[in-house]
């Protein structure tokens, strides 16, 4: 429950990235060793993916609230059924590791958030390439090889699950393996330093052609994750929507970029420190054209959050999407709040409007719930929203970060809340 129109004011810390610790824990299952992960974010997808790995044999520790060690010394089995991976897409992971470390895994096809198809034909061509056996079977991707081989591998598509998969297969794989076309994403290059600091010999991530020289294995580390970008974004555009002035801490500001130069075209304050971004709006918002691309591009994580921005925006907008079929899904939820938009294909036109009054929505998915919580802090009145199990997914002590900036946020347990 929101009730709209205050300001948000004051300090807020970034937690680590969500899709930097669903691959980096997995990944942990390389090695026999243990693997100290610090700054790994308290949400629903850690905890799941955890559990994955624990029913897989893995032991884990928590240190404190943001601090795990794992012990993949007992995992003996290479099978993740279709009842403990089906609630999260990253749970392909598992993949990568199972067959980097057994050369063989067998691993229900993933759920996850509905954006239209979600291929992984690439992840496919990578595992291929290094000399595994694919087939699908009764919804299990199942996998084998003799041993693993480097090859060269171009993708088709820029893809930031495939290049980390194939980059968590290839870390042991005999000889060097390269992909061209990789995916540029921060947490790209935070999985490639994770499996360097267990011995890996990763070279050029973060540029579109990766080189991994293999290596016969790989040994304990202590390794901590790169603050969230998306979370920093989903905060700075809230500070932006709320005419606020707040200080996003513990952020790396060029990953930010993006985000930064759009809302400097709306008309916001920004101002870049070594670890920090303030963010602060006392005029109009004005209206903005953004399209969604891999990184160094605009997040799409981060569309339906400038669209809800930008619902109050003078001026009309269009927002592209770029990365997803179909990720408008949340526009019918705007609506509710008064929001003018019409969707065709991939491109959003959005009509500002004067502003938007507080209505019962819910959250379609992880960052279409952000996207309510903002549009619900923009809000005159009061906004309910449902479905917050999405939000719980991927955005640590949600309303705890959002109420000590001054939001009016409570949660409450509904009787007719949906699943
Ligand atoms: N694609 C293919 N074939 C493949 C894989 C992908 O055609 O084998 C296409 C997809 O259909 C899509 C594009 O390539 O059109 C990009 O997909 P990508 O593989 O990069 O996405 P992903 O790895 O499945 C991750 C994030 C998403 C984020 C996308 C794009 C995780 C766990 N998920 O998904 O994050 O939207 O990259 O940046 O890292 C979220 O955090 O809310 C979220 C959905």
New binding site residues.
């Given amino acids: 429950m929101i009730n709209g129109g205050r300001r948000l004011c004051g300090e807020v810390d970034i937690s680590g990235a969500?899709?930097a610790a669903?691959?980096i824990l997995p990944a942990a299952l390389l090695t026999k060793g243990r693997c100290r992960i610090e700054n790994v974010p308290d949400i629903k997808?850690v905890n799941h993916i955890l559990e994955i790995m624990r029913q897989l044999g893995a032991t884990y520790e928590k240190i404190d609230r943001n601090t795990i060690e794992i012990d993949g010394s007992g995992v003996k089995q290479w099978v993740a059924e279709y009842e403990i991976v089906k609630r999260m897409?990253?749970s392909?992971y598992l993949v990568g590791a199972l067959l980097g470390r057994f050369k063989k895994a067998k691993v229900a096809m993933p759920g996850?958030?509905n954006?239209?198809?979600?291929?992984?034909?690439?992840?496919?061509?990578g595992f291929e390439a290094l000399g595994a056996k694919v087939s699908l079977q009764q919804g299990m991707f199942d996998l084998e090889a003799e041993k693993l081989c480097g090859n060269a591998i171009y993708m088709?598509?820029?893809?930031?699950?495939?290049?980390?998969n194939i980059m968590i297969a290839a870390v042991l794989a005999e000889g060097l393996t390269v992909i061209e076309n990789a995916?540029k994403?921060p947490?790209v290059v935070d999985v490639a330093n994770f499996l360097n600091s267990m011995g890996a010999n990763i070279k050029g991530a973060g540029t579109d052609v990766i080189r991994i020289m293999g290596v016969e294995e790989l040994g304990s580390c202590t390794y901590a994750l790169i603050p969230d970008q998306?979370e920093a974004g989903t905060f700075m555009m809230a500070a932006a929507a709320s005419g606020g002035d707040v200080l996003v801490k513990n952020v790396i500001p060029k990953h930010l970029d993006a985000i930064s130069a759009k809302l400097v075209e709306m008309g916001v304050e920004i101002e870049e420190y070594d670890d920090a971004i303030r963010v602060k709006r006392s005029g109009v918002l004005h209206k903005a054209n953004v399209k969604t691309l891999?990184?160094p591009g605009f997040?799409?994580?981060l569309q339906p959050i400038v669209v809800t921005l930008l619902t109050t925006a003078e001026g009309t907008s269009m927002v592209n999407e770029g990365?997803?079929?179909n990720r408008f899904q949340y526009v019918d939820e705007l609506r509710r709040l008064g929001a003018n938009i019409s969707v065709s294909g991939r491109t959003a036109v959005i009509e500002g409007v004067s502003k938007l009054m507080g209505a019962y929505v819910k959250a379609t998915?992880?960052?279409a719930g952000a996207a309510m919580i903002i549009a619900a802090l923009m809000a005159e009145g009061t906004t309910r929203i449902t479905n917050i199990q999405y939000i719980d997914r991927?955005y640590e002590h949600v309303e705890e970060k959002f109420g000590k900036l001054g939001a009016d946020i409570k949660r409450e347990k509904m009787e007719d809340e949906e699943c």
């Fill in positions: 969500k899709n669903v691959a997808d897409r990253a392909y996850g958030c954006f239209g198809e979600r291929p992984i034909d690439q992840h496919t061509k088709d598509v820029v893809s930031v699950g495939a290049t980390i995916a994403e947490h998306i891999p990184y997040p799409t994580d990365v997803w079929e998915d992880l960052r991927g």
